[in-house]
Antibody, heavy 116, light 108 residues
């Protein structure tokens, strides 16, 4: 069955960087677009980014454009999110999910806290 | 950007009752590109419905979706104890993908 395991979250100061990873198993990774979706504590959901199966098509929300970079390594069945110039408003649980239209399967999430 | 407004914010019902959750879009959602999710406390959202009315794999048939244009509905025909959680709608007919703010279904 589909398994998505995020890692790399933690506490970082404003202006700092983090790299999130998502290890995928139980499905053919190269068949799927992949996405990052975030949820601020006690708040709603925001689609952050998605990437096509080959990596040639990429989308970013305006709120992260120019600061975040999505990538994937199909040989390692892994998805990444490089987050630079982090702000307090980036504090959230970050989920990786299969798909780019809707989130078909989701990981358990990794918490990113941006605070001084 | 398509804004989704869910109502009510909180729905108080008893087990066995029927739940009707609304999702209204600020502009027409093309080709019924609307999904519904369920989120339990401390867990990731789970896909329930896509294409406005197609149940995702493994979703019980007490969950049903309907609607088109700007008005969509999630119906839970008979509430089970595990259904008293939060539900979100999400549109994928436009960019960016956007979510509603959620409806909490609580035990009356």
């Amino acid at each position: 069955q589909v398994q998505l395991v995020e890692s790399g979250g933690g506490l970082v100061k404003p202006g700092g960087s983090l790299r999130l990873s998502c290890a995928a198993s139980g499905f053919t990774f190269t068949d799927y677009y992949m996405s990052w979706i975030r949820q601020a504590p006690g708040k709603g959901l925001e689609w952050v980014s998605y990437i096509s199966s080959s990596g040639t098509t990429i989308y970013y929300a305006d709120s992260v454009k120019g600061r975040f970079t999505i990538s994937r390594d199909n040989a390692k069945n892994s998805l990444y999110l490089q987050m630079n110039s982090l702000r307090a408003e980036d504090t959230a649980i970050y989920y990786c999910a299969t798909g780019w239209k809707f989130g078909e399967s989701w990981g358990q999430g990794t918490l990113v806290t941006v605070s001084s | 950007e398509i804004v989704l407004t869910q109502s009510p914010g909180t729905l108080s019902l008893s087990p066995g009752e029927r739940a009707t959750l609304s999702c209204r879009a600020s502009q027409s959602v093309s080709t019924r590109f609307l999904a519904w999710y369920q989120q339990k406390p401390g867990q990731a959202p789970r896909l329930l419905i896509y294409g406005a009315s197609t149940r995702a794999t493994g979703i019980p048939d007490r969950f049903g979706g309907s609607g088109s244009g700007t008005d969509f509905t999630l119906t839970i025909s008979r509430l089970e104890p595990e259904d008293f959680v939060v539900y979100y709608c999400q549109q994928y007919g436009g960019s960016p993908r956007t979510f509603g703010q959620g409806t909490k279904v609580e035990i009356k």
